[in-house]
């Protein structure tokens, strides 16, 4: 089962990113799959963590850049179009994290 959701919460941060990217950003895939992978770099917040790395602690509501007001914060940022991709790829991290949580 922890090969399942591995695979599952990989999968959503890198490959499913890669396909919102060609399907609704065909002419420029390439560029928009780089900023929602590196949206990735949400992730230092963990750093801040003791233990750095638990892989049954829930990251929503937990970490700061992961928490509910940085999550609505994402939100408003999908509202002006130069923002839009970037809150896009923060906002799938989020729900990439959320699924995780439920595997617990």
């Known amino acids: 089962m922890e ?24 002419k420029e895939w390439k ?9 990735m ?14 892989p049954n602690r829930c990251s929503i509501n937990f970490h700061p850049l992961h928490s509910y007001y940085a999550i609505a914060i994402y939100t408003v940022l ?10 896009i790829g923060l906002l799938f991290h989020m729900i990439t994290d959320f699924v995780d949580c439920q595997w617990h």
Request: proline share 5%; no cysteine.
């Open 3 to 26: 090969v399942l959701r591995f695979i599952t919460h990989y999968g959503m941060h890198f490959l499913v990113p890669g396909l919102i990217a060609y399907v609704f950003f065909k």
């Open 31 to 39: 560029k928009v799959w780089l900023i929602f992978a590196l949206t």
């Open 41 to 54: 770099l949400v992730d230092l917040d963990h750093l801040f963590a003791s233990p750095l790395f638990d």
């Open 78 to 87: 999908l509202i002006p179009s130069k923002t839009r991709i970037v809150a």
